[in-house]
């Protein structure tokens, strides 16, 4: 077979086994070689089955050429009838580098743009699974670091592939200069000051010439580990599950009854669960030394890459960075959807003969959606006695970072509800609820 047609062939039935009904096809669109030859087969292969898909390319401004490689990308789209988006980023290289930085402000821009079923094509193929196998060498990784790429993993709601993981670049090459393609050079790919380049120009030239099957070898070698990583996590299953909480926490006195080995391995396959990167040795040891073993009045936490893990009543919790939602507030009406702030879903107050609110109580004044719970107070219809929100927040169990991560329901300058922990006494009837429709809300 000739190399064009064996890539093009590769590239159809990687579809076709992966593609779901009504999801889209989602080209990140770099404007490489990898990816030009990728646009170039996703058009065909869409307007053949009258699919949607779409390119997205994201300008990181590392290059003076930029601007031209987007309006370069954007051409190319046009010329083949493609639905064409530029996503400009800014990386937070703090503590991280340049390479690592760019790779999370890339996937956090296209995964704006993935919906349901979606599938999102990116083009790294057999040299660059070479790559990635030796820098995890490199790093000491276990068998995960050295499963590398899969070929297929999901992305929040869409799925991830990776069609030509298994061609090579002179295959790729090869099908681009047979079909007249032109792509942009990246100048940054020749500078071997970055590891993936060093290893890209110095050290795969001599492998290949040496051992010219090294692709093969390292992709049945990261299949392996693959694998062993997937039997692994089926062996551990229902002791995971009796580790896990309903809220998604991780219960620590059932991690205590674990050997080290197995516990560690449970951690893993919790931050996996949320498609976290997965943390070194020493973060793992903290992370039960210093969050979970930490003194009882103590309130820990370990900061990883994208998340913080917290205890909070023998448990751990994963905590993403939020952005502080100290100032936001809202007006509600009955009947009118309120969208809460940063994925927290939304409120809306709804007439019900089986509610717990009343009417005409809350006619009395404006209603507002606030997330400050400071120097207010409330007196929920089960206690007793009114007390400030803080304390009844420690009453009803409400881990300290999701305080201000919770709805306040105001009516005027009281409290009407918190959430769906409590209804003040003062509010109390039989024609209204209050829903939190929590489906956007992640922990």
């Not at 890339?106 to 995964?111: E, S």
């Not at 993936?196 to 120009?201: D, G």
């Amino acid at each position: 077979m000739l190399p064009a047609m064996k890539l093009e062939t590769i590239f159809q039935h990687s579809l076709e086994q992966h593609h779901q009904a009504g999801g889209r096809i989602v080209l990140a669109l770099s404007g490489g070689l990898d990816s030009r030859v990728m646009l170039e087969l996703m058009a065909s292969y869409c307007k053949s089955r009258k699919l949607e898909c779409l390119a997205v390319h994201v300008h990181h401004g590392l290059s003076e050429n930029a601007d031209s490689w987007a309006q370069q990308c954007e051409h190319w789209c046009q010329e083949l009838g493609v639905a064409f988006v530029l996503e400009k980023v800014q990386l937070a290289t703090q503590g991280r580098s340049i390479e690592e930085s760019a790779r999370e402000a890339r996937y956090t821009a296209l995964k704006k743009h993935l919906q349901q079923n979606d599938l999102l094509l990116t083009g790294q193929h057999a040299d660059d699974q070479l790559e990635t196998f030796f820098l995890a060498l490199k790093r000491g990784s276990g068998p995960k670091g050295l499963s590398s790429m899969a070929q297929k993993m999901p992305l929040n709601h869409a799925n991830l592939l990776r069609p030509l993981l298994t061609i090579s670049r002179h295959e790729i090459e090869e099908f681009a200069r047979t079909n007249q393609l032109a792509w942009v050079e990246d100048e940054s790919n020749q500078d071997q000051r970055f590891e993936r380049n060093f290893v890209r120009h110095s050290l795969t030239p001599a492998l290949v010439e040496r051992w010219p099957y090294i692709r093969q070898a390292v992709q049945r070698t990261a299949e392996l580990c693959s694998e062993q990583e997937q039997l692994l996590d089926e062996l551990l299953a229902e002791k995971y599950l009796q580790c896990l909480c309903d809220d998604g926490s991780l219960s620590i006195a059932m991690l205590e009854n674990a050997s080290t080995l197995i516990r560690s391995r449970l951690i893993r396959m919790w931050l996996g669960q949320h498609q976290l990167r997965m943390p070194t040795r020493e973060q793992l040891s903290k992370m039960w030394l210093e969050v979970a073993m930490a003194k009882a009045d103590a309130n820990p936490q370990l900061q990883l890459p994208e998340v913080q893990v917290r205890r909070y009543l023998n448990k751990l919790y994963i905590v993403r960075n939020w952005q502080s939602l100290e100032q936001w507030q809202q007006s509600l009406d009955i009947d009118k959807p309120c969208t809460l702030p940063d994925r927290l879903g939304s409120l809306t107050l709804v007439p019900s003969t089986k509610g717990r609110l009343s009417q005409r109580a809350l006619a009395q004044s404006p209603l507002r959606v606030t997330f400050n719970p400071e120097g207010l107070s409330a007196h929920p219809a089960e206690r007793g006695h009114s007390r400030k929100l803080k304390k009844l927040f420690q009453e009803y169990g409400v881990p300290s970072w999701l305080r201000r991560r919770t709805p306040i329901l105001m009516c005027g300058e009281r409290v009407v509800a918190v959430g769906d922990l409590f209804i003040d006494r003062q509010f109390i009837g039989q024609d209204c609820e209050l829903i939190w429709d929590k489906r956007k809300r992640f922990m």
